[in-house]
């Protein structure tokens, strides 16, 4: 009781001390997306942060919109010194933790990711949710050549993006976090999504207010998830196309929301399946020394159009048939090409080396090889919308 | 002099004693046998004032006063005791009953008022005349009458001014601690209300009574009540708060530990609990105790409501209480330590609307909550027909103009009327109050500390919460010492057919309060003609469908 004064006294210098880490909200550089590129000192990281003007909407001429972020760009010798030194262009502080899109050149990519990689997995700011694409080209020229066209930023462009290609199917985008499990598992290899650049068609009227774009008359141009980069460690080694994407992705388990399948009907007529629900079952078993891996996929699927002047939904086992044909050849695909270039996206070496370590070091040095997959794919179709089967009686008629 | 051949007898002189002693002089003090003496005396004592009124009478037996202060009595009564004493007492004495100079028997015979007592100390009589009563005196009696004849202009009982409710009696206490104490009697229809009076205040010499139901109000608590009270010596009490800072068991908290309330039905429930009430003349604010802290959140309403209506207001009270307190000092913390965690749209946004605030978060929120806490004390002080102005000169150049201004971001607007609403949502304005007041420090601690500094806030304020006691009960009661029987009376309310226990810390002396199995339509148990009925009409079914 009687020091109860001093204890007081030594509380209020928390108080004092205490302030030392703030930092205002509208005092810092909030960095939405980072682009990182090789040159000849050795890295350039382009930033792009969001523009504290309230002018959001502004412009709205349909495709495009005044851009809302600014462009900073930092060089060093390494990851960490070339965002260093972002501080010497920037005028507020550089705040890393809502940055939604890393963007990797092919060039970085080709050579290793391995300081970004280390750069946010140390860096209490930078969070491992970020979304980690790479790009064909350099990547600065993404952020340079595009804006978010409904989003304020290209960032937030991408971290919408991501999330939709889910819809598709046909492009898989990692987190930083999703990257670095894949890295830290024997007998699996990372991938993650390719973005490209590509030219919109030109309409004057409505490219008006895009100021920029007017001044230096390039055209307008359009964000795309195009392909699957595949990574042997932290290198980018080759892509999958769409369709081997999908390949990919029906195995790694992550086509879960709507996608549809095109397949070829009868006389060349189209018939699109949606896909409902889908799961998949992996097991492995050995067999004279070779390891076999069974993958079970099973499709929940609707019909969700058709050319044909019949209700195909009365034909289900044979759509069942055909939907499965697809599949497997896309899995097929991916899977061909993953062993041309001698990477494991899929996670099947993980696979073996969960069951039997032991035979996972053996056949190690020769992976992808000395394995066989057998694919199995079951399809069901079980439902054809809202139709009873409308416009194809007019034409019998 | 009305009577100059009486010598004046000697007596203390009172002028020398200190206020607080005159009284206890007067105590030592008789009433003597002489009229002429008694009346100089009393007017003596009260200084010679001009609402003193002494209306002396020679009756064919006995010389008699009447003595009593004009403004405190019933024009109507002193009429009516003037009737017995000229007109009627001829014809009683012509009955035979002789009554002569001696009051007694007058007491006993010839007053037409509901309450005369008897008085032999003179101290006894002026306390009488100081409550509006008239002293009768006679010459050769050592004995004065005293005669309840008060009245004075009151308050009418109106409806509760703080604490309204939608559903509920209508009535508030008043001012006057005898009107309260028949609201509160005409609910409670028993033999085993009890009230304990006590003056307190030397100079102000007020009532104040103890209510409580005996065999329902834990001893230690009535004792400890009593013994509190009796240790205080003061010079007035003119309000209930006097005594609750006088009583309390942590006089340094900022949270009350006596519940003060204004209405009956409130007070009446609290008996019914075991608990005590303690009425204060000159307030229409009672004191019920001992209080626990989730009583801050239960309003009277609850009880007259739907319970999952009740349950949601509370849960709803409960959020308030949350968003009063912490809503801006969070929002401090988020904007200028852990912009992190806002969702990143949040985050630009915020960005956006402070871009052209001068000045840093936390000063921005402890300016808008002082000039709130100004425009609150203005609209509660000013005359009601400025207070209208207030609000507006507050509404525009707080909201907009200062908006416009960039002083302050919109985000920080809304923020204040958020926490400046949900700090009005409580039916006890003690606990907005207190809530408005650590407000404060709590934004500081987080301006300070970040989100860290408000958890430290918040184990402080727990640490002190568990700590305190009302009357020897805990003041987090039914939350810690967790208590599963409470739990229906808790945050939740659970429907009266199930409410069958009263809170276990006060009511454990007669722990069951309601009959089991009340349910309607649940059971049929011990309702012998419900059961008849039910046999009756299953028969009639059996029967119709064979």
Not at chain 1, 188 to 217: F, I, Q, S, W, Y
Not at chain 2, 361 to 379: N, R, Y
Request: proline letters at 5%.
């Amino acid at each position: 009781m009687k020091h109860l004064w001093l204890a007081g006294l030594l509380c209020g210098t928390l108080f004092f001390s205490g302030c030392w880490s703030k930092r205002e909200i509208n005092e810092l550089a909030i960095v939405s997306s980072a682009a990182f590129d090789c040159t000849d000192e050795g890295w350039e990281v382009t930033a792009e942060i969001f523009l504290p003007s309230s002018s959001q909407g502004a412009g709205g001429g349909g495709i495009t919109a005044a851009r809302q972020s600014w462009l900073a760009k930092g060089n060093g010798p390494t990851v960490f010194t070339a965002i260093h030194n972002l501080t010497l262009k920037v005028p507020r502080r550089v705040y890393w933790a809502h940055c939604s899109a890393i963007i990797i050149g092919e060039e970085v990519a080709r050579s290793g990711l391995i300081q970004v990689l280390d750069f946010w997995d140390r860096d209490p700011e930078a969070r491992r949710s970020a979304l980690l694409f790479v790009y064909q080209g350099e990547a600065a020229q993404l952020l340079t050549k595009s804006f978010g066209a409904m989003e304020r930023t290209v960032g937030m462009q991408l971290a919408g993006l991501a999330n939709t290609s889910k819809i598709s199917g046909y492009a898989d985008v990692s987190t930083i976090h999703q990257f670095l499990v894949a890295l830290s598992l024997p007998g699996m290899d990372p991938n993650t999504a390719c973005l490209v650049l590509r030219p919109l068609v030109e309409v004057p009227g409505l490219v008006a207010t895009g100021k920029k774009d007017l001044k230096t008359g390039t055209a307008v141009t359009e964000l795309n998830l195009d392909k699957q980069a595949l990574f042997r460690g932290t290198k980018l080694v080759g892509w999958l196309d769409k369709r081997e994407a999908r390949g990919l992705l029906w195995v790694r388990g992550t086509i879960k929301d709507l996608i549809t399948i095109q397949v070829p009907g009868t006389r060349g007529l189209k018939i699109d399946l949606e896909v409902f629900n889908s799961s998949r079952k992996l097991s492995v078993k050995q067999k004279d020394g070779i390891p076999q891996i069974t993958v079970q996929i099973e499709l929940g699927l609707g019909l969700a159009s058709q050319e044909s002047s019949k209700e195909l939904i009365k034909q289900s086992p044979s759509l069942e048939r055909k939907a499965q044909i697809v599949v497997e050849k896309e899995l097929k695909a991916a899977w061909s090409k993953a062993c041309k270039l001698e990477v494991d996206p899929f996670g099947f070496g993980h696979l073996i080396y969960t069951k039997n370590p032991k035979l996972w070091h053996k056949l190690q040095p020769s992976w992808p090889g000395g394995v066989a997959i057998h694919w199995q794919v079951r399809a069901q179709v079980e439902s054809s919308g809202l139709s009873l089967g409308g416009p194809r009686e007019l034409e019998e008629r | 002099m009305i009577f100059p051949w009486i010598k004046k007898i000697p007596h203390a002189d009172l002028d020398s004693l200190k206020p607080e002693d005159v009284l206890v002089q007067l105590d030592k003090e008789q009433v003597v046998g002489k009229l002429a003496a008694n009346v100089e005396r009393i007017r003596q004592i009260m200084g010679q004032p001009h609402d003193l009124v002494v209306r002396q009478l020679k009756l064919p037996q006995a010389e008699v006063a009447l003595i009593y202060l004009s403004g405190l009595v019933d024009r109507i009564s002193i009429e009516k005791i003037l009737d017995a004493l000229l007109l009627e007492r001829p014809q009683v004495e012509k009955a035979g009953i002789v009554l002569g100079g001696n009051l007694q028997k007058w007491q006993q015979s010839g007053m037409p008022i509901g309450e005369v007592s008897q008085e032999q100390i003179m101290g006894g009589a002026i306390r009488g005349l100081l409550a509006g009563k008239t002293i009768l005196v006679a010459d050769n009696c050592k004995v004065a009458l005293l005669l309840e004849t008060k009245k004075w202009e009151e308050r009418q009982v109106s409806e509760p001014e703080v604490e309204s409710a939608v559903r509920g009696p209508r009535e508030g206490f008043v001012e006057n601690i005898n009107v309260n104490l028949s609201l509160i009697r005409r609910r409670l229809r028993h033999p085993n209300l009890r009230v304990e009076r006590q003056i307190i205040g030397d100079l102000s010499n007020t009532q104040v009574m103890i209510l409580y139901i005996e065999g329902l109000a834990p001893k230690s608590v009535l004792e400890e009540l009593r013994s509190r009270l009796g240790r205080i010596k003061l010079d007035g009490v003119l309000e209930s708060n006097y005594l609750e800072e006088l009583i309390a068991d942590a006089p340094f908290s900022v949270f009350p530990q006596v519940d003060a309330t204004e209405r009956p039905d409130r007070v009446t429930a609290g008996l019914l609990e075991g608990r005590v009430a303690l009425l204060t003349d000159g307030t229409p604010f009672a004191l019920k105790l001992p209080m626990v802290f989730i009583s801050y959140l239960q309003a009277v309403e609850d009880y007259y409501q739907n319970w999952i209506l009740a349950f949601w207001l509370r849960l709803l009270r409960l959020l308030s209480l949350l968003i009063a307190l912490l809503l801006p000092a969070v929002y401090v913390a988020l904007t200028t330590y852990h912009q992190e965690m806002l969702p990143t749209p949040l985050a630009v946004s915020l960005a956006i609307q402070r871009e052209h605030v001068p000045y840093p978060a936390v000063v921005e929120a402890l300016a808008m909550q002082i000039i709130f806490e100004i425009l609150v004390e203005a609209g509660l002080r000013l005359p009601k027909t400025l207070g209208q102005a207030v609000s507006i000169v507050g509404a525009l150049v707080i909201g907009e103009a200062a908006v416009r201004a960039g002083l302050i971001s919109e985000a920080m607007v809304i923020v204040v009327s958020a926490t400046a609403i949900s700090s009005f949502l409580f039916p006890a304005y003690g606990l907005s109050l207190v809530i408005r007041l650590l407000r404060i420090p709590m934004i500081i601690l987080s301006a300070s500390l970040g989100l860290f500094g408000i958890f430290v806030g918040i184990m402080l304020i727990l640490i002190h919460l568990v700590n305190l006691r009302s009357f020897g009960v805990p003041y987090l009661t039914g939350i810690a010492p967790f208590v599963p029987q409470s739990q229906g009376d808790i945050i939740m309310r659970a429907p009266w057919w199930k409410m069958l226990r009263r809170p276990k810390i006060t009511g454990y002396r007669d722990p069951i309060r309601e009959k089991e199995g009340l349910k309607p339509g649940s059971s049929v148990d011990g309702r012998e003609d419900l059961k008849e009925l039910d046999a009756e009409i299953s028969q009639e079914e059996r029967l119709r469908r064979k």
